[in-house]
């Protein structure tokens, strides 16, 4: 690609952007539009070893819209985006870039989106992600991001350029090139930031999510135990205390431990060090709770036009927004989390939301929702990463958040793709979380993972044992394994709901567990080069099959190709091999490279290994301790 070629546009437009419960309806009325000439714009370009730097300034102030044009080959695949569920490779479609709801079922055509788009507008598309980002890696090798933060959009729908659109008078946009993907990761995390390594104790066995109280979660965990799982974190989002809406359980959003819930949990904490406990939190306060009314009272909230407490529907409750751009306001809702969290006791947390941001909002200085509303879900996870690093707790805990933009990268510890159906559906079922964790690693972040057996139940949808083993099956390769009970836990099939699940996945995690040898390196090669731990096939070949979507095939790793099973009761799988030869782990066959046809009962993910690597040994004690 020569950047000599890039062609500018500039314009002006009318947007027009409303939200309902997180849910953007975004449209853009161009008033006009022409190619940016030197009379135009000033262009400054400086390039340092791999990166090219450009930045562009609108001569005129009252251009609001600048379009990048760059040449593109009609054969070349690009991916990225952020974390996008729906494509791998994003040629032929747009992708807007605003962190929002993801929706359920993204995708209009089904009848669950339809269903939801009835209800309240929330069955979200192809495009609709927690955490978009304006980047993309070329089949070309290499790398375009734009520093950017307002809203823009990733046009690839033409077969000889790809544009970028920004609503900006100015805009910065760095280009990096190398002769390999690997490279290329390594160039584009220096640039926005890498994640820490997880603890050991992250990466072993299962979190176990329950919820209802003290009572039953400590016998759930026991029964759980008892039938030879591996638990080695218990995650209770309820802690604060519960709510029921027409959606299902929700959780009392005003931070604090529920004492009537959880009598004793400080205890049942500090008595038990080998069991780390995890908490939930996020940057929203419900009206009337003890949090809300200290925020109100401090001028800690984000203002509507009129200069009041900017309060709306996050699902039949009212909530108020704390201002991450204050300050005051920041530093004050760190210490909620130092004080109610981590004195608590516990070892990590899921940060949730940062999507909820209007565009007319004003925050703290006068910026204005459009402005910083992408920034919204950096500033949260910066607020997370300072509490846990003042006191003292990085690398030993561990918070999770599904929201996300350009910088997350280098705050968050770990990435969950959100709440996916409980389902097998390409677009929001099990086979979403594989494109979204190799998107997201090819966006900059390679540590991924997702509710076991998905976590929306609405209308019809409800989550069968099989697909919460399917789930877990391919969870036990992948850094983390996490269970959730769902929004609505009594219609879902649970991980301890009869003896032969518990049996299963214990046996799945004590799998984990013995894999983390191999997992710490790959953690550990993420967080010191920025390289993923699960990656796309092209990352071994550069044969076009490698970017087909419905390989869900990845690599974990350097040495292992995992194929998991996503669809409703298969029994064998076809796949696809890379060059090199390839070891099948639950047999000792080696495979060469190419289309391949395999059985694949309950409890045996296809899984490959390379055969001259360096953890054969553990590779065929697993398999042997296994089978």
Avoid at 573 to 590: A, C, D, F, Q
Wanted: aromatic share 14%.
């Amino acid at each position: 690609m020569d950047i000599s070629e890039i062609r500018y546009y500039i314009g002006r437009g009318e947007e027009n952007i409303s939200m309902y419960r997180g849910n953007f309806n975004i449209s853009d009325k161009i008033l006009f539009r022409k190619e940016a000439g030197n009379e135009d714009i000033s262009v400054t370009v400086s390039e340092d070893k791999e990166i090219t730097r450009i930045s562009l300034s609108c001569r005129d102030n009252s251009i609001s819209r600048i379009w990048i044009r760059i040449p593109a080959e009609p054969s070349e695949h690009v991916t990225g985006g952020g974390e996008q569920f729906s494509c791998l490779d994003l040629r032929g479609r747009l992708f807007p870039i605003w962190t929002r709801e993801q929706g359920v079922g993204r995708n209009p055509l089904t009848e669950i989106t339809r269903l939801a788009n009835e209800s309240d507008g929330g069955g979200g598309d192809y495009h609709t992600t927690f955490f978009p980002q304006p980047t993309f890696v070329s089949s070309g090798k290499y790398f375009f991001h734009l520093m950017n933060s307002e809203y823009s959009e990733l046009d690839f729908k033409s077969s000889d350029h790809h544009e970028i659109c920004v609503w900006a008078n100015r805009a910065e946009f760095v280009f990096g090139f190398a002769d390999s993907y690997r490279e290329l990761l390594i160039s584009l995390t220096g640039l926005l930031g890498r994640q820490p390594r997880l603890p050991d104790w992250a990466m072993e066995g299962v979190w176990l999510g329950v919820q209802g109280g003290t009572e039953r979660v400590t016998k759930l965990l026991q029964k759980c135990r008892s039938k030879g799982m591996d638990v080695s974190a218990v995650w209770i989002q309820d802690w604060e205390g519960k709510r029921v809406t027409s959606f299902g359980k929700r959780l009392q959003w005003d931070w604090k431990w529920n004492k009537e819930m959880y009598p004793g949990l400080d205890i049942l904490i500090a008595s038990d060090p080998a069991t780390r406990w995890l908490g939930y939190i996020n940057p929203y306060l419900v009206e009337g709770g003890v949090l809300f009314n200290e925020a109100k009272e401090n001028g800690y909230f984000v203002k509507n036009a009129a200069g009041e407490d900017y309060l709306f529907d996050f699902g039949e409750f009212n909530c108020g927004v704390v201002d991450l751009c204050s300050k005051e306001a920041f530093s004050w809702y760190k210490n909620v989390i130092k004080e109610n969290l981590i004195a608590m006791g516990f070892k990590g947390w899921m940060a949730d939301f940062g999507e909820y941001l209007p565009a007319d909002a004003v925050c703290a200085g006068g910026k204005s929702g459009l402005e910083v509303h992408n920034l919204w879900p950096v500033l949260w996870a910066r607020c997370n990463r300072e509490a846990v690093e003042e006191a003292g707790l990085l690398g030993d805990c561990v918070f999770f958040m599904r929201s996300g933009f350009s910088g997350s990268g280098k705050y968050s510890t770990f990435l969950w793709a959100g709440d996916q159906c409980v389902d097998w559906t390409e677009d929001d079922g099990l086979p979403s979380v594989i494109t979204a964790a190799l998107t997201a690693g090819m966006s900059g972040f390679g540590l991924h993972g997702s509710d076991a057996g998905g976590y929306t139940s609405l209308f019809s949808l409800r989550r069968s044992k099989e697909l919460l083993l399917r789930w877990l099956e391919f969870a036990a390769f992948t850094p983390i394994v996490r269970t959730h009970e769902g929004n609505r836990p009594e219609s879902n099939f649970q991980v301890y709901s009869d003896e032969d699940t518990m049996k299963k996945a214990g046996r799945l995690s004590k799998l984990h567990t013995a894999l983390l040898p191999y997992i710490r390196k790959c953690v550990m090669i993420n967080s010191e080069l920025g390289i993923p731990v699960m990656r796309p096939l092209f990352f071994a070949s550069e044969n076009s099959r490698a970017w087909e979507r419905d390989n869900y095939s990845y690599l974990l790793g350097d040495d292992m190709l995992v194929a998991p099973v996503v669809r409703e009761g298969a029994e064998e799988r076809t796949l696809w091999l890379p060059e090199g030869e390839w070891v099948y782990l639950w047999s000792g066959e080696s495979f060469a490279s190419g289309n391949l046809r395999i059985e694949a009962p309950l409890g045996k993910t296809p899984v490959f290994y390379r055969k001259e690597s360096e953890f054969k040994e553990l590779f065929e004690q697993i398999a042997a301790d296994f089978n």
